[in-house]
Each structure stands twice: as C-alpha cells, then as structure tokens.
T-cell receptor, first 108, second 115 residues
Framework: AQRVTQPEKLLSVFKGAPVELKCNYS??????LFWYVQYSRQRLQLLLR??SRESIKGFTADLNKGETSFHLKKPFAQEEDSAMYYC??????????FGAGTILRVKS | DVKVTQSSRYLVKRTGEKVFLECVQD?????MFWYRQDPGLGLRLIYF???????EKGDIPEGYSVSREKKERFSLILESASTNQTSMYLC??????????????FGQGTRLTVV
C-alpha cells in the first residue's frame, strides 16, 4: 500500500503563478514529513521538513493531520523552481519512504 | 560538506551477472539506504541499515541483498542481474532519525543497465 501519494506526475505553471504540489500520507503514528527536490543533473536534496516550519526558497508546507496532507506551496513560481519534487515520510523510526514524485515545470 | 559517494556513475552488466554497487559516506551516519528511481514510480526503498551488520528490508528487496561490514560503507548486491533491474540506484545516509537532525544526504546515483 502506498503510504505517500503524490497524485500529479507533472505540474506545469507560468512564471509568477502560484504553485501547489500535493502530498497525502497514510501513517498511524505521529508523522515526520519532508519535501526533497532534485534539480537537473544535481543530487536529491532536502527542501524542507515539517517540524522546522520554515520557508525555503519561498516554499512552505503545512502538515494537516485531519486531511493527512503535506502540500508544498509557493505564491509566485520562478523558472529556477523547475525540478522533480518528492514528498517523504519516516516510518517506524528509521525507514524513509518517498512518493512517486511530481515534475514541476515553470514556463516563462 | 557531507559526502555520499557511489562507486560508479554508469554500469552495464549482462543478465545473470553478480553486480556490486558500493556507497561510502564520511559523516559517521548510522543510517544508510538504497533506493531505485524509476520514472512514474519515484524512489522505492530496497534495503536500509541502521547500524553495522544490521539490515532491514524495504519495499522491493526481491533480487537484492546488502552488506554493511563498516559504518561508512553500504553495498547493494544483485545476485543475478536481470533486465528488469535496469534503473537508477541512489544511496543515502542520515543520522539515526529519532536522535538528531533527520536530513538524508544522497549520492550522485548509479545508472545500471542490464543487457
């Protein structure tokens, strides 16, 4: 069963438009959630984590336990945001699992 | 800078060969992970290890095994490579999640082609 669901394989927006990358999770414990990003020809890297409640590169994500969601948002997309984005969840202490990923394309 | 280094960027192997993928990290991380990355399927966890000689199956362990004899090194072994194991393989490491900073650091990936 998929524990991290990213329903969109591709999200295409224009520069300056708002962005929302969806992530839903299934986990009975207290979830620890992350967003990771992979830019072209670069390594996968952490973008943000829910416990820090910080904004990175203008992106924010709020954990909604009622809706079991952790959507990634940015009010104004930039071309350099184009990348593959993965939502991830820690299960049972040390098991880090990822969703299928969403490609974000920001068009000029 | 945290470094997670995978021994090869590209590998081409024949069906039936035994294949070793090596990963080394230099940050004294307890956790190490092997994933495969396929379009539309995302990152799928093959195996992970939270200590030397300890290993846990991930979601797709069939056809793979792992070895962790030293803390800094985690090897993925394809016992008898098959074409459906053609993929990008990513190694990652982190501190033990419940204790400290929970960021995972990734290697550059190994693109394995089985012919």
């Amino acid at each position: 069963a998929q524990r991290v669901t990213q329903p969109e394989k591709l999200l295409s927006v224009f520069k300056g438009a708002p962005v929302e990358l969806k992530c839903n999770y299934s986990y009975s414990g207290s979830p620890e959630l992350f967003w990771y990003v992979q830019y072209s020809r670069q390594r996968l890297q952490l973008l943000l984590r829910h416990i820090s409640r910080e904004s990175i590169k203008g992106f924010t994500a709020d954990l909604n336990k009622g809706e079991t969601s952790f959507h990634l948002k940015k009010p104004f997309a930039q071309e350099e945001d184009s990348a593959m984005y993965y939502c991830a969840l820690i299960e049972y202490g040390n098991k880090l699992v990822f969703g299928a990923g969403t490609i974000l394309r920001v068009k000029s | 800078d945290v470094k997670v280094t995978q021994s090869s960027r590209y590998l081409v192997k024949r069906t039936g060969e035994k294949v070793f993928l090596e990963c080394v990290q230099d940050m004294d991380h307890e956790n190490m992970f092997w994933y495969r990355q396929d379009p539309g399927l995302g990152l799928r966890l093959i195996y992970f290890s939270y200590d030397v000689k300890m290993k846990e199956k991930g979601d797709i362990p069939e056809g793979y095994s792992v070895s962790r004899e030293k803390k800094e090194r985690f090897s993925l072994i394809l016992e008898s490579a098959s074409t459906n194991q053609t993929s990008m393989y990513l190694c990652a490491s982190s501190f033990y999640f419940l204790d400290r900073d929970t960021e995972a650091f990734f290697g550059q990936g190994t693109r394995l082609t089985v012919v």
